[in-house]
């Protein structure tokens, strides 16, 4: 059974930036697109980036492009979210989220089997 686990979370000041982690364990192989999404309380979650299995593919949500990179960690199954200039509207849950192989990268989030906790980002003025 793959176990997601996410860490790096925490505060930052608007414009300041953070490192999202995420750890994929339970699988010798490798899993396939890799995702970050976020939610707020009262609002549908999100995915703010995705990365597909090789790499050569990533998705950004719109207010993330210019801001945030997702990428695979130097382990197998780890990425990583990297967060720059900050907003308040960045205030969220963020949790990663995995599929098998194969299934194609694409920011919905039913394609994915496997997510993590969630580690809350909060940005302050």
């Known amino acids: 059974q793959v176990q997601l686990t996410e860490s790096g979370g925490g505060s930052a000041q608007v414009g300041g930036s953070l490192r999202l982690f995420c750890t994929g364990a339970?699988?010798?192989?490798?899993?396939?697109?890799m995702a970050w999404f976020r939610q707020v309380p009262g609002k549908e979650r999100e995915a703010v980036g995705a990365v597909s299995r090789g790499g050569r593919s990533t998705y950004y949500a719109e207010d993330a492009k210019g801001r945030f990179t997702i990428a695979h960690g130097d382990a197998r199954n780890t990425w990583y979210l990297h967060m720059e200039n900050l907003e308040l509207e960045d205030t969220a849950m963020y949790t990663c989220?995995?599929?098998?192989?194969?299934?194609?990268?694409?920011?919905?989030?039913?394609?994915?089997?496997?997510w993590g906790q969630g580690t809350q980002v909060t940005v302050s003025p």
């Open positions: 989220a995995a599929t098998e192989p194969f299934t194609s990268c694409t920011p919905d989030s039913q394609k994915f089997e496997y």
């Open positions: 339970g699988r010798r192989s490798s899993l396939g697109c």
